[in-house]
């Protein structure tokens, strides 16, 4: 396993969150950023989608972030979105969603995925199919041999009684991978008892999922 | 978490971290702006959100910023320019397509100008039509109203030159349109911020009809002085500092603005090109001729990086022309006319254009993701579960046997999904109550059954004027009115006057002249079906109002007393919808088509099944199985219910 890349402090670090309306895609992408700030990154730039944002649509939203800035101003980070192939982290939400924006990924990107689907309602109504967990396996690994799913939803559920708690799970999961660097894991803590309702419940998950990804990352 | 939000409190110097349309709002703040109006349209309805945030929690605010969810865009444009010219400075933020009904009291009010006040338009563009029904190229009315055009890049600027714009407004009397993009709106950075200014003089409007009244002769006085206006500003270009210059000894440059700089400066990184000349125009209306010949001098090509039709293009091309340069202007010879931007393709374009080899870590991702595609399955933004929408959607078929002869004029609004399957049934969709209108001529010209959707907030914008003529000359057209309370579609606003019960849709209705109109709830289906029926028999306008809440509003209410219960130790009430003994016939995936039903094998049986925590409770599937495969289950029938709330 070679997911433990060394980044340098002049590095743009590219995290794409992807999955379906309604499950916190945007809320884990701003805490990433309100922690990047916390922890006294010099330049943070990331874009989001509204407006659908309800809808049983499909979401995704990139965070980039510099712990510092390079003196060659034309290294520096000025596109909130992220290029083909460019992330360091990938963190699905939902599987479907991980192949539907995977032109992001690149042998160096570290997949997190929650393993639970949402199949799209024309799935339901056999009008379309939704494709096996190990096809979705199997094509995410042609990209990169660092693919981790955990049934976060399962877990949420279970530890919870609250499917909302995965994206918790999953951030806490994805920062014990190391693929988020330079953010302190107290300025997390600190921004979710800032920005959300049940922090306590909130960092509980964060903590589940970082325990879960200690497991699988060392 | 706390009510009041940091960021908007923190003092000079101070740092935080926005998006676009906040830091917008904490530009305002700092311009000390006294009176917002808007509709709600994406990308610029969180601009009146956070607005509305601010207001609730600040009393000291209230005394001196007053925000309006208008009824329309060109009602707000006129209720902004009307505290304008009481001496205020004013904010009009409005999606690219809301300028288009703003556009006609817009072009008088550049004529008379905002004076002795400041306006400031934040129009959000929609390159990609990420949020949208077109993604029209809204600069070119800067040309033909002569309205000064900023084009900001980042939270930053965006929080730094609305400042600007509001100065300039003031200063040389006339509007200024401050452009965003649903890229730039919507993109979160680093803001340093500035000193807040609380506006608190009374203000005063002073009669001078020659400014005021642009009818001839003033009209056409006004319209000199709207060019003359336009001159100052340009003179003041140098001084503002807005645009940007990256040197580099390369003799193809580049001009570009707004969020395509971004792109281009990653994708020259990408392709190591880091000796190309780049002009980042901060305004792009008026030009400062002097600035951009001087970067021209140096060049033999200049590669214009902007979205849409050309604009800066063809200006660029036209300096070139008159003031003899031999500089080759490329533009979208090589970039697409449409759709939104991003580093690859910039990046993919420069290479060509450089003749380079594209990032090959790009081009593999690419291709690879190519050859999957096609396994990814569709996923329409749809109806949210329970949405009393869907249910109706449903009744209509059933009522007229599957759109058997029937024609269905869509409209703007969350009932727009009903074009995507499964539903598939709105046959048109133009703007803003555009579905109504064209079903007037429609119903003149076939005997098909037509019918016509709009929404409560949609009606009160401009549905009530084809309502009038559709009643005027009594056309067959059965009309559904969704009065859910909210501007949903956007977010939630609130709908003028319906959120808080001060006007009736259908009293309206009624005064216009409506014989026949029933209000209705979908998640009675069987009742809805029975009503669309009857109405189908009926000559002349009917109207078929459908009364029950936002279902994702709903639910939340609903939800959080239900938490507030549990919380005092209350037991309550709990229903659950399971499915066995299901037939798959499909009527709850297909014809109704709740996301909250999936298909799944169990024992190697396949079958439905409802994820209990994606269900809202509204039983409209339990209604309409033909197997009565759906069963309701009563967890503690005697404990507390709450249901959801009326309309």
């Keep these: 396993m070679n997911h433990k890349t060394k980044f340098q402090e002049t590095d743009i670090i590219n995290i794409v969150i992807a999955g379906t309306a309604g499950q916190g895609v945007i809320t884990i992408k701003r805490l990433i950023e309100f922690a990047a700030h916390d922890s006294n990154c010099q330049s943070i730039f990331g874009s989001e989608m509204h407006g659908l944002a309800q809808r049983e649509g499909a979401i995704t939203s990139h965070t980039r972030y510099q712990k510092i800035l390079s003196h060659n101003v034309r290294k520096n980070l000025y596109s909130p979105s992220i290029c083909y192939g460019g992330a360091d982290l990938y963190l699905g939400f939902e599987p479907s969603e991980v192949l539907r924006r995977a032109q992001f990924a690149s042998e160096r990107t570290i997949f997190c995925i929650n393993s639970r689907t949402i199949p799209p309602i024309l799935v339901a109504a056999k009008m379309d199919e939704y494709p096996k967990l190990e096809t979705i396996e199997k094509i995410l690994k042609e990209i990169s041999n660092n693919v981790f799913f955990i049934n976060a939803t399962e877990m949420a559920l279970d530890h919870f009684d609250d499917a909302q708690k995965m994206n918790m799970i999953m951030l806490g999961f994805a920062v014990a991978s190391g693929s988020i660097p330079f953010i302190k894991i107290d300025d997390y803590k600190n921004v979710i008892k800032r920005e959300l309702r049940q922090p306590d419940m909130n960092i509980k998950a964060f903590d589940l999922g970082y325990e879960k990804g200690k497991e699988v990352f060392g | ?465 084809p309502l009038a003529e559709a009643v005027n000359y009594d056309c067959n057209i059965i009309l559904f009115i969704f009065v859910n309370n909210w501007v949903a579609m956007t977010g939630h606003q609130e709908v003028v006057g319906v959120t808080n019960h001060k006007l009736s849709i259908s009293k309206i209705c009624e005064a216009i002249g409506v014989k026949w109109l029933k209000v209705a709830d979908s998640y009675d289906p069987h009742n809805l079906i029975r009503t669309i029926e009857k109405a189908k028999t009926k000559k002349g306008v009917k109207v078929i109002i459908i009364r029950r809440e936002c279902a994702l509003q709903a639910n939340r209410f609903r939800q959080s007393e239900i938490r507030k219960l549990k919380e005092q130790g209350e037991k309550v009430r709990e229903i659950m919808y399971v499915i066995s003994n299901c037939q798959m016939c499909m009527e709850c995936a297909r014809v109704l088509g709740c996301p909250a039903i999936r298909r799944t094998t169990i024992n190697g049986q396949e079958q439905m099944q409802i994820d209990q925590d994606r269900c809202i409770r509204c039983g409209v599937c339990f209604e309409i199985c033909p197997n009565h495969a759906i069963n309701k289950i009563d967890l503690y029938p005697f404990d507390k219910e709450v249901s959801f709330r009326e309309p």
């Design chain 2, 1 to 465: 978490m706390s009510s009041k939000d940091n960021r908007f409190y923190l003092g000079e110097n101070k740092e935080a971290l926005m998006i676009g349309n906040e830091a917008i709002v904490r530009g305002c703040l700092e311009a000390g702006v006294g009176f917002v109006a808007q509709y709600p349209g994406t990308p610029t309805s969180d601009i009146g959100e956070t607005f509305q945030m601010l207001l609730k929690n600040d009393a000291e605010l209230r005394e001196y910023l007053v925000h309006h969810w208008a009824i329309n865009e060109a009602v707000a444009v006129s209720e902004c320019v009307g505290a304008a010219w009481a001496g205020s400075r004013v904010l009009n933020p409005l999606k690219h397509v809301g300028l288009n009904v703003a556009s006609d009291p817009l072009s008088v009010i550049a004529l008379n100008g905002p004076g002795p006040g400041a306006m400031v338009l934040v129009v959000g563009a929609d390159p990609g039509s990420l949020g949208s029904h077109q993604e029209q190229n809204d600069r070119f009315y800067s040309w033909m109203l002569h309205l000064p055009v900023i084009e900001p890049w980042s939270p930053q600027e965006n929080k730094d030159w609305i400042k600007i714009a509001f100065e300039l407004s003031e200063k040389h009397d006339i509007p200024v349109y401050f452009r965003t993009s649903t890229r730039v709106a919507h993109s979160r950075g680093i803001v340093k911020l500035g000193e807040i200014q609380k506006p608190k003089e009374k203000h005063h409007f002073t009669r001078n009809i020659p400014k005021y009244c642009s009818l001839p002769p003033h009209a056409i006085n006004n319209h000199v002085r709207l060019y003359e206006r336009i001159e100052e500003v340009r003179k003041e270009l140098p001084k503002l500092g807005l645009n940007r210059y990256i040197e580099g000894t390369n003799t193809t440059g580049i001009v570009t603005s707004g969020m395509p700089f971004g792109y281009t400066m990653e994708a020259l990184n990408q392709l190591n090109l880091n000796d190309v000349p780049i002009m980042k125009l901060g305004i792009i209306y008026p030009i400062n001729y002097d600035e951009i010949i001087g970067f021209l001098q140096k060049l033999n090509r200049v590669i214009i990086i902007e979205e849409l039709e050309p604009f800066l293009e063809v200006k660029i091309a036209e300096i070139c022309h008159k003031n003899n340069l031999k500089v080759e202007v490329i533009g979208q010879k090589y970039f697409p006319k449409f759709g939104e931007y991003s580093t690859g393709l910039v990046s993919e374009v420069l290479a060509k254009i450089f003749n380079k080899q594209p990032s090959q870590i790009m081009l593999k991702a690419q291709k690879y993701y190519n050859s999957f595609q096609n396994i990814i399955p569709k996923r329409f933004p749809t109806f949210c579960s329970g949405c009393p929408e869907r249910a109706t959607l449903y009744a209509i078929k059933k009522a007229t046997n599957d759109l058997e002869n029937t024609v269905i004029a869509g409209d703007i609004g969350c009932y727009v999904m009903s074009f995507f399957p499964p539903n598939e049934c709105s046959d048109f969709i133009i703007c803003m109550s555009g579905g109504l209108s064209a079903a007037i001529g429609l119903s003149s010209k076939t005997d098909q059954n037509i019918i016509a959707f709009i929404g409560d907030s949609t009606f009160l914008h401009t549905g009530m004027a």
